[in-house]
């Protein structure tokens, strides 16, 4: 069994930072991309940002500049430095990965979400 265990997340002040962690623990054989979506109330999910196991990036405009993913192959753990926080930030922020997992030598490549995490950003 794979799992996402997420953690970070919490009440910050407008212009405050936070930091989302993310590690994917069980049964993996590798990891592709890793990143970030996040869901505001009455909207769908959004991509915040992905990163790939070379470290190439993609991340949603609104984001640029204040936000900074990351990650470490090693403890297969993926990180979300959030600077310069809005109101229009607060969501849940949800943990995701590609990851292949075998068993029996058969080889199968899934998606993966974590349970989420609530950003808040208010005065």
């Known amino acids: 069994q794979v799992q996402l265990e997420e953690s970070g997340g919490g009440l910050v002040q407008p212009g405050g930072s936070l930091r989302l962690s993310c590690a994917a623990t069980?049964?993996?054989?590798?990891?592709?991309?890793m990143g970030w979506y996040h869901q505001a109330p009455g909207t769908g999910r959004e991509l915040v940002a992905t990163i790939d196991r070379h470290g190439n990036i993609n991340s949603a405009d609104s984001v640029k500049g204040r936000f900074t993913i990351s990650r470490d192959n090693a403890k297969n753990t993926v990180y979300l430095q959030m600077n310069s926080l809005k109101p229009e930030d607060t969501a849940v922020y949800y943990c995701?990965?590609?990851?292949?997992?075998?068993?029996?030598?058969?080889?199968?490549?899934?998606?993966?979400w974590g349970q989420g995490t609530q950003v808040t950003v208010s005065s």
């Open positions: 069980g049964n993996i054989f590798s990891i592709n991309d």
């Open positions: 995701y990965a590609l990851i292949t997992t075998m068993s029996l030598d058969l080889l199968r490549e899934m998606d993966y």
